[in-house]
């Protein structure tokens, strides 16, 4: 067939005829059939999913806030605890350092009452020495010298 036969033939191309009608009726129906079958369905799941998920879009945006707040309130607990935990170290020091004077001082009353208690000890006991060198020295000299020397007491 010769290309220039159809020319030949008086059509127009730019002429509407019948079958555009039939095109255009097409398309209308093909636009309805898919919005009814297709895309509405579609956006209908899609607006059920975007309602669905809102709640947990919602919930997402307030969790960084949240977790802002949490570390914020565990930071102020720490640093409420590291002072507790200081507090407390240095109460106990302050309660060391009293029970270590109070023995301390215990231990010195203790050590000049038993250096009281060791020097009248020393007293008497040098005392009764005394008192026995005296005695055995008279009992010596008289039993040396064979005859009395004082009255050993």
Request: contains cysteine; glycine residues 6%; proline residues 2%.
């Amino acid at each position: 067939m010769e290309v220039g036969c159809f020319f030949a033939a008086g059509s127009n191309l730019l002429t509407p005829d019948w079958s555009l009608f039939v095109t255009v009726g097409v398309f209308l129906l093909v636009a309805y059939l898919l919005n009814t079958l297709v895309f509405k369905p579609v956006l209908a799941v899609l607006d059920e999913r975007a309602r669905l998920t809102s709640g947990f879009r919602q919930q997402l945006e307030g969790y960084d806030e949240r977790l802002a707040e949490y570390e914020a309130a565990l930071r102020a607990g720490r640093v409420a605890a590291a002072k507790l935990i200081e507090e407390r170290r240095a109460e106990a020091l302050q309660r060391r350092n009293e029970l270590i004077e109070s023995a301390k001082q215990s231990a010195a009353a203790e050590v000049a009452a038993a250096t009281q208690a060791l020097e009248a000890q020393v007293a008497a006991v040098k005392q009764t020495l005394t008192r026995d060198a005296e005695y055995l020295a008279a009992s010596i000299a008289s039993t040396v010298l064979g005859r009395q020397i004082g009255t050993p007491s």
